[in-house]
Nanobody, 119 residues
Framework: QVQLVESGGGLVQAGGSLRLSCAAS????????MGWFRQAPGKEREFVAS????????LYTDSVKGRFTIARDNAKNTVYLQMNSLKPEDTAVYYC????????????WGQGTQVTVSS
């Protein structure tokens, strides 16, 4: 079992920045992928970014490339999502998730943290 706890959400003006954190505990190891997803009201949950625990290899959805940065601190078992140049369309509940390296689905999820970007 893996427990994930997100923090760092809030209200920010367009153009501003926020940093989300996801602290992982439980049966964590180096053979995991950590991901960030988001769900806006009335929309389906979408992938935002992911990173491999071992190599730190990042992956981003096109809409956040150049604005968001995912990073991990293995010593703290924490993954971060630095969000810059925020836009109103980034408003959503952001979820941290994890999966085994070669699994298809993310099977552990955090409770989510609200990010609201005002125009």
């Amino acid at each position: 079992q893996v427990q994930l706890v997100e923090s760092g959400g809030g209200l920010v003006q367009a153009g501003g920045s926020l940093r989300l954190s996801c602290a992982a505990s439980g049966s964590t190891s180096g053979n995991y992928v950590m991901g960030w997803f988001r769900q806006a009201p009335g929309k389906e949950r979408e992938f935002v970014a992911s990173i491999t625990w071992s190599e730190g290899m990042p992956l981003y959805t096109d809409s956040v490339k150049g604005r968001f940065t995912i990073a991990r601190d293995n010593a703290k078992n924490t993954v971060y999502l630095q969000m810059n140049s925020l836009k109103p369309e980034d408003t959503a509940v952001y979820y941290c998730a994890s999966r085994a390296r070669f699994a298809v689905k993310y099977n552990y999820w955090g409770q989510g943290t609200q990010v609201t970007v005002s125009s």
